[in-house]
């Protein structure tokens, strides 16, 4: 098989040449005995005067190698290291993308929810007070309505359910609050609207919550129950 030369001319390689386009351009002084020449099977370039025995050439006063570090030999042919990089970024980036916009249609939404529940929760903890006095006054024989004029039907608790209701109208959260009977069922009702809770799904939604046996409490209402806590489900 015929080897392929290659000679070193400052920075610049050139080749591959045959064995006698090497010796024509060493006999026409382009490859000087000093110029680094390689070929497969060489360990690293060596100048040309190293060689030239085995070429049948005769070259006097060869000198020594070249100082500092060696030419490298030539490059394989075949992708550069930066292209098969960008094609591997490439392709992570086909299955990648997609993947990211699955994930985020995933967590974005239920993240939402997440956020939008922990309103709601704060904004149900502010009407504690209302339902521990609602809940008081069911205990002394009557529910307090009507909720503006707490004096009409007397005792202590209907006076702390005229404050739970002024101090829970304040909050931003809720846009109303009264306390009213079932006329059907006969019970004493909370009835809630929210206010600004930077959701259109959720502002302006209602519950009812109904004192039942033993101080527990039932709820309903008309927002969407995944936002809701889940004693107010159905």
């Known amino acids: 098989m015929t080897q392929s030369w290659y000679y070193a001319a400052g920075p610049h390689r050139h080749g591959p040449l045959s064995r006698d386009a090497l010796v024509r351009a060493h006999q026409q002084g382009v490859v000087r005995a000093d110029t680094p ?3 497969e099977g060489l360990g690293d370039w060596r100048p040309f005067a190293a060689v030239a025995a085995g070429l ?16 490298l030999p030539p490059a394989r042919r075949g992708l550069h290291g930066a292209w098969v990089a ?3 970024l490439a392709g ?20 939402n929810d997440y956020t939008l529940r922990s309103r709601i929760a704060v904004a149900l903890a502010a009407a504690e007070p209302l339902k521990a006095a609602v809940a008081q006054s069911v205990a002394e024989g009557h529910c307090p309505t009507p909720d ?32 009213a009977r079932d006329p059907v069922a006969g019970d004493c009702v909370v009835h809630l609207r929210f206010g600004d809770l930077g ?28 936002l809701i806590p889940a004693y107010c489900r159905h």
């Open 86 to 88: 960008v094609i591997v």
């Open 56 to 71: 049948g050439i005769a070259v006097a006063g060869a000198p020594p190698p070249l100082p500092g570090s060696p030419a």
């Open 92 to 111: 992570l980036a086909v299955v990648a993308v997609p993947l990211l916009a699955v994930l985020a249609a995933i967590a974005i939404p239920a993240y």
């Open 37 to 39: 020449v390689w070929r």
């Open 148 to 179: 503006d004029a707490p004096h009409d039907v007397g005792g202590r608790s209907a006076g702390d359910v005229a404050a739970a209701l002024a101090a829970l109208r304040a909050d931003p959260a809720i846009a109303s609050a009264r306390v």
């Open 199 to 226: 959701d259109a799904r959720i502002d302006g939604t209602r519950l009812a919550l109904s004192i039942i046996d033993q101080g527990g409490w039932r709820c309903r209402g008309d927002a969407p129950e995944r």
